[in-house]
């Protein structure tokens, strides 16, 4: 779980009120309250198709509600034009593509592009946020090499690489780890991490693997049939009887013996409980 300087300002808040979302005449999330946590991560965790990557794209505006709203210190997405929120809010979507033989330099330098008019044009200001942005995420030495040449793990970080270039204090990720292997998934958590800490960034990113989600955010949200049904530090959210509702799994809880926070152990069909230390 990570930790923020209290020395800092809280970043923006956005919030969520009576939110009623759709595909056609599908509903998806129903009646949903949500205020995510300034200057923190919080993890969107639960089932297949609950309703995580739905909400996310309504917090990011790029999902119209059926009924409620979501607000941005106090003002409703819609209200604020596309090229401030731009500035405010950025969000990389599940497994995003770049054009072919577009470089790691110039998929970064889009993020930029909210920064952009025709009064304002390239600025040096632009050209440090790419090159911090390549040096945050370890790109520095491959900024010239075309993004469909990157392995796995490379490729993600250029694309976080841009959203940390758009230099926006709230950062929406949708299943940030997912492909990646092992290392590499630790690698792009990590990356979040020194974000939040090092700039007070404020990020919702949905995960699947809750020790992951218990061990890098300071707020977990359960999701369950679109609706929330548990949120709240990581330690008193994933629990073996919430874990057990939400995705239909017997489970042990122990103590992640790196960082404290809860350790969820699996049991299929053919397990029996045996005892856990806590310790």
Not at 54 to 64: F, H, I, V, W
Request: proline letters at 7%; glycine letters at 8%.
């Amino acid at each position: 779980m990570t930790t923020t300087d209290p020395g800092k300002q809280p970043g923006p808040v956005l919030r969520a009120h009576g939110l009623h979302l759709a595909y056609d005449n599908r509903l998806v999330v129903e009646d949903l309250d949500l205020t995510v946590p300034p200057g923190r991560i919080t993890a969107i965790v639960g089932a297949n198709a609950c309703g995580k990557s739905t909400l996310l794209r309504a917090l990011a505006r790029l999902l119209p509600p059926r009924q409620g709203s979501v607000e941005l210190d106090g003002r409703a997405l819609r209200s604020i034009p596309t090229g401030e929120l731009a500035q405010r809010l950025g969000i990389l979507p599940q497994t995003p593509v770049a054009p072919e033989g577009l470089t790691v330099i110039d998929l970064v330098s889009r993020g930029r592009s909210p920064h952009q008019s025709w009064w304002r044009q390239w600025s040096d200001a632009d050209e440090l946020a790419v090159h911090e942005a390549l040096a945050a995420t370890g790109l520095t030495g491959l900024a010239d090499r075309a993004v469909d040449e990157l392995s796995g793990g490379q490729r993600q970080r250029a694309w976080i690489a841009m959203t940390v270039a758009q230099g926006t204090p709230v950062l929406l990720l949708d299943e940030p780890t997912t492909y990646l292997d092992l290392a590499h998934q630790i690698d792009v958590l990590d990356l979040i991490t020194d974000l939040n800490r090092r700039e007070n960034r404020t990020v919702v990113m949905v995960l699947h693997d809750l020790n992951q989600a218990c061990r890098y955010a300071d707020h977990v949200i359960a999701m369950k049939s679109g609706r929330i049904v548990a949120q709240g530090p990581p330690a008193e959210v994933i629990t073996a009887a919430a874990v057990e509702d939400i995705f239909d799994l017997r489970c042990q809880i122990a103590t992640d013996p790196v960082s404290g926070t809860p350790l969820v152990i699996p049991m299929g069909r053919h397990h029996e409980a045996v005892p856990v230390s806590a310790d």
